[in-house]
């Protein structure tokens, strides 16, 4: 089962199809509110299901690679980590192409609205869920969850204990719910899986610069931009102020006779790049679910990972609306506080 709808929906087909005893991939943000998460959750582990969520960076050559680095020691302590993507154009802003045809007699529109109040036929609030809180869960759940699984992946973090929020509409104002421009800030705490971090994320959908997107992990010796089929690892070197007024004093300390070798020194920029005919994240992340259930096997991103990525993007936009910041236990699953 491919759940492939509006996110007011997800959790709801989810645990149907589970409880069915189907395999299911559902599109990210697993759940479109912060109470949901527990119930796919359990209908995963009760029916031992294979149950994958559709951010598919997780799956990729270059989430893998920047684990494989982070664990190495390749930047050191990780103290911070940034990621954004930037958008410029109607349908990146999801103002997507509203059918002619499209109206009640072609659409269920009842069924789409699921529990949310009833209203007359919307062809925006239809074709343009994106853009609404009953259906959709902003740029945070969009976009944001992406970069959110793909740190969980690499750092193998549950999640952040604090979270705040801010932003606005400013460019596409076309009736829509939720900030086009939004800025995260998220505080992890030191677990035994990694030190204490921050991490600040953004979106912008009146970026005038490109369409991009990018996360960026730094360490107290270095830093790596993390793509999905590359990384590019900055190594910083250590170097000597020669101003130092204790410089004497450290030479002072060394024999006069001693020869201070010098040392093959790593390059200070490494680009890791996938081979050549690389199928992509899309592919792998795909070929990971079916192979699960061919083969019996997990999957990486399944319903408590996704639901570990969800919480802090739904959050952010809980941070968001009450203009206050949010505290979450990403161990017991529940807001705090």
């Known amino acids: 089962m491919i759940v492939a709808t509006s996110d007011h929906w997800h959790k709801d087909i989810s645990v149907d199809a589970m409880n069915a005893g189907k395999a299911v991939y559902c599109e990210k943000p697993m759940v479109h509110d912060i109470s949901e998460g527990s119930a796919v959750v359990e209908a995963q582990r009760k029916n031992k299901v294979v149950f994958e969520v559709g951010s598919q960076g997780v799956s990729s050559l270059g989430n ?48 789409f609205l699921h529990r949310n109040p009833s209203r007359p036929f919307d062809a925006n609030r239809f074709f343009r869920w994106r853009c609404y809180k009953d259906y959709g869960t902003g740029v945070s759940g969009d976009l944001f969850v992406h970069l959110f699984s793909s740190l969980h992946f690499i750092t193998n973090s549950n999640g952040p204990q604090k979270i705040m929020a801010m932003g606005g509409l ?9 900030p086009d421009v939004l800025m995260g800030m998220f505080d992890y705490a030191e677990t035994a899986q990694h030190p204490a971090f921050n991490l600040s994320l953004r979106v912008n959908f009146a970026d005038g610069t490109a369409d991009s997107t ?27 102020d020669k101003d130092d007024p204790l410089a004497d004093t450290k030479l002072g300390q060394v024999n006069a006779l001693t020869y201070q070798r010098k040392k093959m020194l790593p390059p ?67 807001v705090a506080g």
Request: include cysteine; charge should be neutral.
């Open 214 to 240: 990018y996360l960026r992990l730094v360490g107290s010796e270095g830093s790596m931009n993390v793509e999905w089929n590359k990384v590019t690892l900055f190594r910083n070197r250590v170097k000597e």
């Open 170 to 178: 400013r460019h596409w104002k076309d009736g829509r719910e939720v």
């Open 64 to 111: 893998e690679k920047a684990k494989e680095l982070l664990a190495s020691g390749a930047i050191g302590t990780l103290n911070y980590a940034e990621g954004f993507w930037a958008r410029n154009s109607p349908e990146g802003a999801w103002q997507y192409t509203i059918p002619p045809d499209g109206n009640e007699k072609t659409v269920d529109w009842k069924r």
């Open 268 to 334: 200070e920029t490494t680009v890791f790049s996938a081979e050549a005919g690389y199928k992509g994240a899309h592919f792998d992340h795909f070929y990971n679910f079916f192979t699960a259930i061919r083969e019996k096997k997990s999957v990486v991103e399944d319903a408590l990972f996704g639901y570990r990525a969800a919480a802090p993007a739904l959050l952010c936009n809980d941070s968001y609306f009450s203009n206050k910041p949010v505290m979450w236990d990403p161990e017991k699953l529940k």
